[in-house]
């Protein structure tokens, strides 16, 4: 959240939309928001708002929002959403979507050179042959088949490629014990 105030500048009073995220995200963030938050019709994720930031929900897909204005935020805010978004073209649609509602962006992905899956928690998972991670998979739909369905959704995205997504923004790698933790494309 420091790197985020300080590379955004924030003063206080920002217009933020936040896609795919939770109020108890800003909670470490003592700089007074105006935050819209934007999720799935139906995805209950409705928390009860921070006592320093006006929190706004709506429902929507955060590959297409014609209901939101060009450039009617200060900010966007995504943190881990794009790679759950489906295939490329709709992680392409989402990059779009982020540059024409603000003039700022903050939108971060997992590295896919992270020893430890962040989803999975399994080390070196990208790296897996296909039938490893399908018995894995196909274990994990018996007994927990709403988050093996978030597994399969997930399309992790190189580096290259996430910039190429953003062309006009700086990238800020994040490292852990050595390793590139995450990827934060920045505007």
């Given at each position: 959240?420091?790197?985020?105030?300080?590379?955004?500048?924030?003063?206080?009073?920002?217009?933020?939309?936040?896609?795919?995220?939770?109020?108890?995200?800003?909670?470490?963030?003592?700089?007074?928001?105006?935050?819209?938050?934007?999720?799935?019709?139906?995805?209950?994720?409705?928390?009860?708002?921070?006592?320093?930031?006006?929190?706004?929900?709506?429902?929507?897909?955060?590959?297409?929002?014609?209901?939101?204005?060009?450039?009617?935020?200060?900010?966007?805010?995504?943190?881990?959403?794009?790679?759950?978004?489906?295939?490329?073209?709709?992680?392409?649609?989402?990059?779009?979507?982020?540059?024409?509602?603000?003039?700022?962006?903050?939108?971060?992905?997992?590295?896919?050179?992270?020893?430890?899956?962040?989803?999975?928690?399994?080390?070196?998972?990208?790296?897996?042959?296909?039938?490893?991670?399908?018995?894995?998979?196909?274990?994990?739909?018996?007994?927990?088949?709403a988050w093996t369905e978030m597994i399969e959704g997930t399309t992790v995205i190189k580096r290259s490629t996430f910039h190429e997504m953003f062309p006009k923004a700086k990238i800020w790698t994040e490292y852990f014990s050595g390793f590139p933790?995450?990827?934060?494309?920045?505007?």
């Amino acid at each position: 959240m420091e790197v985020f105030i300080q590379k955004m500048g924030l003063r206080g009073g920002e217009r933020v939309l936040d896609m795919g995220g939770v109020a108890s995200f800003w909670h470490d963030c003592p700089i007074p928001l105006d935050i819209t938050i934007i999720n799935l019709p139906g995805s209950g994720l409705y928390e009860n708002p921070s006592p320093i930031h006006k929190i706004t929900y709506i429902e929507g897909d955060a590959c297409n929002m014609p209901f939101i204005a060009d450039m009617s935020y200060d900010i966007v805010f995504s943190n881990s959403v794009i790679e759950h978004v489906g295939p490329p073209s709709n992680q392409q649609a989402f990059a779009r979507e982020v540059q024409r509602v603000a003039p700022r962006y903050w939108v971060q992905t997992p590295s896919i050179w992270f020893p430890i899956e962040a989803h999975t928690y399994m080390p070196f998972w990208w790296v897996y042959p296909e039938p490893i991670k399908q018995g894995f998979i196909a274990r994990w739909r018996r007994k927990l088949p709403a988050w093996t369905e978030m597994i399969e959704g997930t399309t992790v995205i190189k580096r290259s490629t996430f910039h190429e997504m953003f062309p006009k923004a700086k990238i800020w790698t994040e490292y852990f014990s050595g390793f590139p933790k995450s990827y934060i494309m920045y505007h």
